[in-house]
């Protein structure tokens, strides 16, 4: 075979946002291919749109977090990207109404312990825009229901010891802190004051019977640091109190009566799917620049994943025999997303 | 391969006289001359959309004696002026088949659709 390859891109007749692609519905393009013979177009999917608008938006029921806040909250946008957005709770604000921060993908409520309503926080996310706009209601939730600050674990080892009587709290509030256990055991051998440890939520406090006091005991708590420091004295008890060889003994024992409430987070949205955006691109040619005749019709469904990938149409009949035109037309007749196309001819000069 | 060469085809008769470039009526034709081509498309071209009509398109090596080649009705059209229909002269291997002459023959027409008949292919060697 003879001649060398030309190749040419098709040139926009109609580009309804001058993008320089097919990008809307009826733009046009049109290659001149009457110099050409053993042609194939390639349809170029310039920029696939991917995760507009056919997927699912990830969303999140706040009621399996939180206790009193029952709405459901889903991505603006559908797709898998909404699965980075993460809401968060938190009983700090003055303001009644409570108040509402994004910060990238990072959703935090601020509200105010017994005052602030599921139906202020809802407003809130309806009245988000612009970059905030990220979250949106998909279910309201009880609108009067007011929210609730989280509740700190508590342990009372009064009625668990003779002569120990301090109240205990956890650190952080919340219902985790009800996993936190406390043994005291008594040891011939334990130093004068005391020793408190820790594996993981479980402490024990090993003192010297009749010697070790309760304000040792204390004193051990308020020296936690660090990843000890879980549980603090919430009210002190009878320090000059000495403990007992076995009367004092007790546990594990729970802390108990933490309760998240309405404080809870970063809980990410989940369950958000990427889905093609609908598209239609049919293909005509012309010999005399004026009658059409049908080509191809694709849409999303013929072209691969991703941005830069062609669909390859050899312009013969059905059977193989290649064909001769003018012109071949491509128009984008419908788009619901913001994928771009363009069109190239290549063959043979001749 | 030689270069592209587009023909329209031209009226034998014209019964209705709507136009003389175009078939109306019953029994108007049109022939185009091929025997320089090679690879030919044959584009039936609806020019005005109206009514129901039979285009049968033929053949002939000797321009006497014709062979079919398909036959469309008005509904194998997309809606609208200006559309065509594409047929190929091939083989079933793909291999392109020749002919002296295309005709095509209106029948069967109500309203007042006008079709046209144009061919496309490359010129044969030894054509200039």
């Known amino acids: 075979m003879s001649g060398k390859i030309l190749t040419r891109d098709a040139t926009l007749t109609v580009n309804d946002a001058e993008d320089g692609f097919l990008s809307s519905a009826n733009d046009v393009a049109i290659v001149d291919v009457r110099d050409m013979h053993s042609i194939t177009l390639y349809v170029n999917h310039a920029t696939d749109d991917l995760g507009q608008p056919n997927g699912t938006p990830a969303s999140l029921d706040l009621n399996t977090v939180g206790d009193t806040i029952d709405t459901v909250v889903e991505a603006t946008e559908p797709g898998t990207a909404g699965e980075n957005i993460t809401v968060t709770f938190v009983a700090d604000s003055d303001e009644d109404e409570g108040e509402l921060a994004v910060a990238g993908t990072a959703v935090t409520f601020h509200f105010k312990d017994g005052v602030t309503t599921v139906s202020n926080f809802e407003d809130a996310v309806t009245a988000l825009t612009g970059d905030d706009d990220i979250i949106g209601v998909a279910t309201p939730g009880t609108g009067a229901s007011t929210l609730d600050a989280a509740v700190k674990a508590e342990l009372d080892l009064d009625p668990l010891a003779v002569n120990a009587d301090t109240v205990l709290e956890a650190v952080t509030a919340g219902d985790d802190g009800n996993n936190i256990t406390l043994t005291f055991v008594h040891s011939a051998g334990a130093p004068n004051a005391g020793s ?41 008890g009878t320090g000059a109190n000495v403990l007992a060889d076995t009367d004092d003994e007790f546990g594990p024992s729970n802390f108990a009566n933490g309760d998240s409430n309405d404080e809870f987070g970063p809980e990410p949205l989940a369950g958000g799917t990427d889905g093609e955006g609908e598209f239609d691109l049919v ?68 | 391969m030689q270069r592209m060469i587009v023909k329209a085809a031209t009226s034998t008769v014209e019964a209705a006289m709507v136009d003389v470039n175009t078939m109306a009526a019953d029994n108007d034709a049109q022939v185009v001359d091929v025997s320089e081509l090679s690879h030919i498309s044959i584009y039936l071209n609806q020019i005005v959309d109206d009514g129901n009509a039979t285009l049968t398109v033929t053949k002939s090596v000797d321009g006497t004696n014709f062979a079919p080649v398909s036959s469309k009705t008005q509904g194998d059209f ?17 291999m392109p088949t020749h002919a002296k002459q295309i005709k095509v023959v209106l029948t069967g027409s109500s309203g007042n659709g006008e079709y046209t008949m144009t061919v496309a292919g490359s010129l044969r060697a030894g054509y200039r």
């Open chain 2, 78 to 94: 997309a809606a609208g002026a200006n559309k065509s229909i594409e047929l190929t002269l091939s083989d079933a291997n793909g």
């Open chain 1, 283 to 350: 293909l005509e040619t012309t010999i005399d620049g004026t009658n059409y005749a049908p080509l191809a019709t694709l849409d999303e469904t013929d072209f691969e994943e991703g941005s830069g990938l062609s669909v390859e149409i050899p312009l013969v009949n059905e059977y193989g025999m290649m064909k001769r035109v003018r012109e071949v037309k491509i128009t984008l007749t419908a788009i619901e997303d913001s994928s771009k196309f363009s069109m190239t001819a290549v063959g043979v000069e001749g």
């Open chain 1, 196 to 236: 408190l440890t820790r594996v993981l939520t479980a402490f024990t406090f090993t003192y010297k019977g009749t010697v070790t006091t309760v304000q040792n005991f204390e004193d051990a708590v308020g020296a936690l640091t660090g990843d000890d420091a879980l549980i603090a004295v919430k009210t002190p």
